[in-house]
Nanobody, 129 residues
Framework: QVLLVESGGGLVQAGGSLRLSCAAASGRIFDRYVMGWFRQAPGKEREFVAA????????YYADSVKGRFTISRDNAKNTVYLQMNSLKPEDTAVYYCARGVLGASTWPRVGSEREYDYWGRGTQVTVSS
């Protein structure tokens, strides 16, 4: 079983930055998979934020975060990151990291939560205006 643990969430003012981390407990099966970030705001469905290929060579972003968020990974540390800049109140949500199923390596599959099989418990991000 893959254990994913998110960290780095918190309260920040609009325009500020946060860096989320997601550490996988099992490194042996981390570095061959797409990793993704999703978020769920109160009263809304969970939505795709960003994804990164197994080697970091390809990244994908939701239009709402493109140019402000950057996803990256360090396979030696079994960790994926989400750098969030120019945060807006509408970015407030619980952010989840997830591991893609084997073979889900391209768009649009990486944008669908159905293509992810292991999920972390989430970290709260709150952006005040």
């Amino acid at each position: 079983q893959v254990l994913l643990v998110e960290s780095g969430g918190g309260l920040v003012q609009a325009g500020g930055s946060l860096r989320l981390s997601c550490a996988a407990a099992s490194g042996r099966i981390f570095d061959r998979y797409v990793m993704g970030w999703f978020r769920q705001a109160p009263g809304k469905e969970r939505e795709f934020v960003a994804a990164i290929s197994w080697n970091g060579g390809n990244t994908y972003y939701a239009d709402s975060v493109k140019g402000r968020f950057t996803i990256s990974r360090d396979n030696a540390k079994n960790t994926v990151y989400l750098q969030m800049n120019s945060l807006k109140p509408e970015d407030t949500a619980v952010y989840y990291c997830a591991r893609g199923v084997l073979g889900a390596s391209t768009w649009p599959r990486v944008g669908s939560e159905r293509e992810y099989d292991y999920w972390g418990r989430g970290t709260q991000v709150t952006v005040s205006s």
